[in-house]
């Protein structure tokens, strides 16, 4: 009986052993978090961005909405800076929206679904799906998966580290690294209220284009909170909970098309609005290709003055660089290609440019040599003053 009673008790501690170690398995911890992430019908979350690549980090609130199955307002300002975006989507498509600047930006885009975003966590759900090479280690109190990132950066930041809570299996940062394994974006999130839904009507662009991100919440958890509705908050990175969901082709001279396209990507067509910047300083990128300036030309216009850039070698391309004006009328301009997360700024992309607008500075690269990740890596290159 005693003999009976010791082989009983072996087996219960083996068949518990096995049971523990296949719960903390990389493909039991990945199904939680998937249905957890997922299956919601929506969520909100605050999160700060620090982006540690040039010359001095700079550091950005960042406020997330989600509705099922495709509304998205994220907004995010810079930590010391009056100026805030907002990227939204709602039924009548995507929308980038600068109050400061009275902009709003019109996509014919299926973003975020072809472009991952870290502060996102559905994406962060489709980043771990995605990579059949994912690696999982673990601390005392996370799970941290090792995994590819799949947006505009990835050739510059190949590599992510997701850092999940063990009890509430919810992100508590992501680490964006360079080829070198280097830190270069991190993003700490503060809170993540899971099953919130919103109306339609919450996501309206002309509320944000008119009042401006902080009127609708950019970082206010009390607005959130008032304006969310549904089931009873399911998570909160900050917040104890009990373990209980566990279970569950332009030209390269930037002329003819290419033109066209700059005036609707910066909104030259609200000419004659008063220019807030009527001179600025010419920003220059920075790189290691075996390029060279082969031209460097300034045209003045009743826009003010352009300037212009040619750039020869193996990559070559154009740059375009004017004052930005503001939008008086805060009437959406259309914006060809998809919107593009800069890190700095949220510009648009396509095939063969890149848009963007920083400090009062209108930016637009032509090309028909650089892929779309070799084009954000000359727009995150760029500085002020005579470098060449």
Known sequence: MRKRFIVFTL?????????????????????????????????????????????????????????????????????????????????????????????TYKFQSDWPKQNSQAYLIGALAEDLKADENAKMTESDKAYVFEVKTRNNHSKMLPTQQIFIDKKTLLPTKVSVLNEAKEEQIVIS??????????????????????????????????????????????????????????????????TGEGKEETKSVTGDAQAGADNENPTFQTHYPVLKWDVKLKDDTTIASADGERRILTYEGDKPFTVIEQSADTNPLSIPVFAPGDPADLGFTIGAITDNSISWEKNGVSFFIATNSLTREEMVEVASSMVNGEVK
Request: aromatic share 6%.
């Open 11 to 103: 087996l219960m501690i083996v068949a518990l052993v096995l049971g523990a170690c296949g719960s903390n398995s990389k493909e039991a911890v990945l199904k939680k978090t998937s249905n957890k992430w997922t299956e919601t019908k929506g969520y909100d979350l605050t999160a700060q961005m620090e982006i540690k690549s040039g010359a001095e980090p700079r550091t950005y609130d960042v406020n997330v909405w989600h509705t099922k199955p495709d509304f998205y307002r994220v907004a995010v300002a810079q930590q010391g800076e009056k100026d805030s975006q907002m990227i939204i989507r709602n039924e009548d498509g995507v929308f980038v929206v600068t109050p400061s600047m009275k902009k």
């Open 189 to 254: 999130f503060k809170k993540i209220s899971l099953g919130t839904s919103r109306k339609g009507t919450d996501y309206a662009v002309e509320d944000f284009s008119k009042k401006g991100a902080k009127d609708k919440g950019a970082t206010d958890e009390t607005a959130s909170k008032e304006n969310a509705s549904g089931d009873k908050t399911e998570g909160s990175t900050t917040e104890k909970e009990n373990a209980k969901d566990d279970s569950g082709k332009t030209s390269e001279n930037a």
